[in-house]
């Protein structure tokens, strides 16, 4: 059970380049999203997912799509990468259920820098 | 506006002694508060939640006390451990929404032997 994992680990970015962020968990969670963390900062939700098809925008989306066809993946990509997305990016799952259906299962970060 | 607020970026206590961290909410509709702790260079890992109509939670040396009057939560540590030294974040949720956290800023802990 390897939880949620979260591919690169670290990645630099020429200004206008994009990437995709990747993100695949093996608990069998419905929801899943993303978080972008700066120095000093908490964690802001970017976009996120309750189910496989579904998708909505979190508090600071721009500059980003999701998409989620299955219910294990859920990539991140950065259209047109500026310096203002550098950030350390979190990917978390959890129930939509159950009991502790509130607690997010987090990846362990992916550091990305664009210059 | 900043509907969860950790006022206290930095925390140091002794080892041994009671530490506690507090946070404050602005949204008097979140159903559910949690705290997550994050060490450097790892993803965070939850620690110990609290539902909106208990006052008190507690698990082992953690324990949650919710003021939903003050519109605030605290986490107390006790005995604190220097492995306790993190960065603690505050978060809070809707049951409708379940999964989607709002998170506070942090707070850094550190535990000295």
């Known amino acids: 059970n390897a939880g949620v994992t979260q591919t690169p680990k670290f990645q630099v970015l020429k200004t206008g380049q994009s990437m995709t962020l990747q993100c695949a968990q093996d608990?069998?969670?419905?929801?899943m999203s993303w978080y972008r963390q700066d120095p000093g900062m908490g964690l802001r939700l970017i976009h996120y997912s309750v189910g496989a098809g579904i998708t909505d925008q979190g508090e600071v989306p721009n500059g980003y799509n999701v998409s989620r066809s299955t219910t294990e993946d859920f990539p991140l990509r950065l259209l047109s990468a500026a310096p203002s997305q550098t950030s350390v990016y979190f990917c978390?799952?959890?129930?939509?259920?159950?009991?502790?259906?509130?607690?997010?299962?987090f990846g362990p970060g992916t550091r990305l820098t664009v210059l | 506006d900043q509907q969860v607020k950790q006022n206290s970026p930095s925390l140091s206590v002794q080892e041994g002694r009671i530490s506690i961290l507090n946070c404050d909410y602005t949204n008097s509709m979140f159903d559910y508060f949690l705290w997550y702790k994050k060490y450097p260079a790892e993803g965070p890992t939850f620690l110990i939640s609290i539902s909106s109509i208990k006052d008190k939670n507690e698990d082992g040396r953690f324990t949650v006390f919710l003021n939903k009057s003050a519109k605030h939560l605290s986490l107390h540590i006790v005995p604190s451990q220097p492995g306790d030294s993190a960065v603690y974040f505050c978060a809070a949720g809707y049951d409708t929404n379940a999964g989607k956290s709002t998170f506070g800023d942090g707070t850094t802990l550190t535990v000295k032997p």
């Open positions: 608990m069998n969670h419905e929801y």
């Open positions: 978390a799952s959890s129930r939509l259920s159950g009991a502790d259906y509130n607690e997010q299962f």
